[in-house]
């Protein structure tokens, strides 16, 4: 049973910075991508960043260079680093693993950043 498990979030003000990170167990071997969804509320969720086991790096439109997603696919780890926030990154973060055709899903982690 794979488990991912974040850690990080929490309150900021516009302009700060925080860093989420997130570590994948229980036959997580396999896995090719990890990365980082929000969901805000009303909204879809959506993509924020992906690192593909090749190196590739994929962000959200809306991510302008502000935020950094960094890790190990090897070793099953995966961080974001957000900063310049905006109260309108105020959302729940999910840390996102696939292995194959499976994905998998953290806990979800509250950020919100206040004006």
């Known amino acids: 049973q794979v488990e991912l498990v974040q850690s990080g979030g929490g309150l900021v003000q516009a302009g700060g910075s925080l860093r989420l990170s997130c570590l994948a167990s229980?036959?997580?071997?396999?896995?090719?991508?990890m990365g980082w969804y929000r969901q805000a509320p009303g909204k879809r969720r959506e993509l924020v960043a992906r690192l593909i086991i090749s190196g590739v790096k994929l962000y959200g439109d809306f991510v302008k260079g502000r935020f950094t997603i960094s890790g190990d696919i090897g070793k099953s780890t995966v961080d974001l680093q957000m900063n310049s926030l905006k109260p309108e990154d105020t959302a729940i973060y999910y840390c996102y693993g696939r292995i194959g055709d499976g994905d998998y899903w953290g806990q979800g982690t509250q950020v919100t950043v206040s004006s």
């Open positions: 229980g036959g997580a071997a396999g896995i090719d991508a």
